[in-house]
């Protein structure tokens, strides 16, 4: 025979603390501002309190504390492990793209001396081209086209038209 859990009891372990609500949208929300930088420092410190603030709200949304989940247990009592794994997902994918924002930018460091993400030379010269209505010395107007758009560009519909 299983217990039962009272609704009263279920609701009471839903309301979510507003502290630590606060906490999670202030740390996301200042990740995010960080991470839109040109500095790859700040955006390295936007990872790292995104981050955390996903870990935060894991725990905010598992409810309360309770007890570890054994055999013969009351169930209001104990607490569910799939959040704690969840937390413990977050921070290894966290890390690793710590790991992998602090190498890009330690190379970046070495290369230029600063850590701010320069402007894309050829990026820069594509878009003054396409401002300008010009195309690029390396397009090829004879190869075929691999995109469905283009294809559909150039057939015609049943009555002789041009598709759009």
């Not at 390295?44 to 981050?51: A, D, E, H, S």
């Not at 247990?73 to 977050?90: G, N």
């Not at 090829?140 to 759009?164: F, I, K, Q, V």
Request: overall charge negative.
């Amino acid at each position: 025979m299983t217990p039962t859990i009272a609704p009263a009891l279920i609701e009471s372990t839903l309301q979510p603390n507003l502290t630590l609500v606060l906490v999670t949208v202030f740390l996301v929300a200042a990740g995010t501002a960080l991470a839109l930088d040109r500095s790859l420092v700040r955006v390295l410190l936007g990872m790292v309190l995104i981050g955390n603030g996903v870990a935060v709200l894991y725990l905010v949304i598992s409810g309360r504390a309770g007890r570890a989940p054994f055999v013969d247990e009351d169930p209001a009592a104990i607490s569910d492990p799939l959040p704690q794994a969840m937390v413990l997902t977050a921070i290894v994918i966290s890390l690793a793209t710590i790991g992998f924002l602090l190498a890009l930018s330690y190379r970046l460091w070495q290369i230029s001396g600063t850590d701010d993400v320069p402007d894309d030379a050829e990026d820069a010269r594509i878009q003054r081209l396409a401002l300008e209505d010009q195309t690029s010395s390396t397009y090829d107007p004879s190869e075929t086209s691999t995109t469905t758009s283009d294809e559909l560009a150039g057939e015609t519909t049943a009555d002789g038209g041009e598709r759009t």
